[in-house]
């Protein structure tokens, strides 16, 4: 097989990029969820997508939290700030398990507040970021010296400069983080219209369709202005939710999409194929509507997902697809505490297999995991999913810290769709 999986016969433990992976050594919330993954391999049929969201491999886990936010510019000393090596927006879950050496201090802040600051290094990977994102605990457990929980991403923050010289590998530490607001973005001609016009016939609305609706006013009414229409419609914030949305179709089904704009932000940074650099620069931007103009101009550009070391071909992006119904890219934690972004992909290629398959400790209730490492250089690259009873059969499980994101620039002739507003421009009426 030229370039499809095949099996080598003894496990390469050490040629991973990764010091822990899916196989280490378990603890007693393993055992509590194979349980529960054997109740699910009886079933037969389609996979509950709602299934990988539980994270039912950390065990029963205690509820312990609420919803909390905090005040914009509220600055908090000695946080509690987790690094891993992998980013989480707001909205989104990360799982973890924290052995009985990094717990103590853990214990005491999660009785304090349930809240903690998830950091991550720089560009070049020698200091920490300069942001990051407040997390809430909301369910967690702790025995015999492990500790397992499940935290939300609630809202974007910034470490001060007094704490940026920390140790950026640090797993743990105390930062003073400064909470980052959502800024209400208008659109740019809210003010410009009379009220007693406005209620009967707004020029402005905060969905596409709506906009369109009664674009033939607006634009009599835009007229009064020096710019071009065009230069107003692509600062509507419907306007590029509805440009996202259309793209992204083209790889994902529109049930996954939010069409809430500051949660679709989020939610093409937590899924679409990015680099560690772009998803930085979508992290620091302030508002929504710059998070949003920043993701349309990333759609400009194929991509697929190589090996991180040897820079082989593994994925497609058409080969993308969800199993869980947070997306198609999300966190989970394996025993030993690694914590994997994961992305699951229909087909993979140039890929051998290590080991045998396993239900212990399984993401994915029913699948049996295999690891797979990279064919040509051995190096870790994640794991092949199997089940006899759940459709899809098999896929694949790509670990976003073992691959590079291979970017291609899309040519003129496709480019035009949904840069320039030829969206907007056949609706227009002469």
């Not at 400790?361 to 870790?380: L, N």
Request: proline share 4%; with cysteine.
């Amino acid at each position: 097989m030229s370039d499809q999986g095949e099996r080598r016969p003894r496990f390469h433990r050490y040629a991973s990029l990764e010091n822990a992976l899916y196989s280490v050594e378990t603890s007693s919330a393993s055992s509590e969820s194979d349980l529960d993954d054997n109740s699910e391999s009886d079933g037969s049929g389609e996979f509950d997508k709602s299934l990988p969201a539980t994270h039912r491999y950390l065990g029963r886990l205690d509820n312990v939290g609420g919803y909390t936010i905090l005040d914009e510019g509220q600055v908090i000393p000695g946080m509690l700030a987790i690094h891993t090596n992998t980013l989480v927006f707001p909205g989104f879950t990360l799982p973890l398990v924290l052995r009985d050496y990094e717990t103590d201090h853990l214990l005491e802040d999660i009785k304090k507040g349930h809240m903690f600051a998830l950091i991550c290094t720089d560009r070049v990977k020698t200091k920490l970021y300069e942001y990051g994102v407040i997390m809430e605990v909301y369910e967690t457990s702790a025995k015999r010296g492990v500790i397992n929980l499940k935290a939300k991403g609630r809202q974007r923050c910034e470490i001060l400069p007094d704490t940026m010289t920390r140790n950026p590998w640090a797993r743990m530490q105390k930062l003073t983080v400064k909470i980052l607001g959502e800024p209400n973005i208008k659109s740019p001609i809210s003010n410009t219209q009379l009220q007693t016009l406005r209620s009967r016939r707004t020029n402005f609305n905060s969905d596409y369709q709506s906009l369109m609706r009664n674009y033939k006013h607006r634009r009599y009414h835009l007229s009064q202005y020096p710019y071009a229409s065009w230069v107003y419609d692509h600062n509507e914030l419907g306007y590029l939710v509805d440009l996202i949305t259309k793209n992204l179709a083209k790889f994902y089904t529109k049930e996954h999409l939010p069409q809430d704009p500051t949660s679709l932000s989020y939610w093409f940074v937590q899924n679409y194929q990015l680099t560690h650099e772009e998803r930085l620069d979508i992290l620091k931007c302030p508002s929504v509507l710059e998070r949003l103009r920043l993701e349309l101009r990333y759609m400009n550009m194929k991509r697929s997902l190589i090996c991180g070391r040897c820079s082989i071909e593994i994925a497609n992006q058409s080969d993308v697809f969800a199993m869980s119904r947070e997306g198609v890219q999300s966190n989970y934690c394996n025993p030993g505490g690694q914590v994997y972004e994961t992305i699951t992909v229909s087909e993979a290629k140039n890929y051998i297999t290590a080991g045998e398959p396993s239900k212990q400790f399984t993401w994915f209730p029913g699948y049996a995991w295999t690891i797979i490492q990279c064919k040509c250089c051995a190096s870790h690259l994640g794991w092949l999913f199997t089940s006899s009873n759940h459709h899809p059969q098999r896929f694949f499980g790509l670990a976003h810290s073992c691959l590079d994101i291979k970017k291609i620039e899309i040519t003129s002739d496709t480019e035009s769709n949904g840069t320039n507003g030829d969206e907007l421009k056949p609706m227009q009426v002469s």
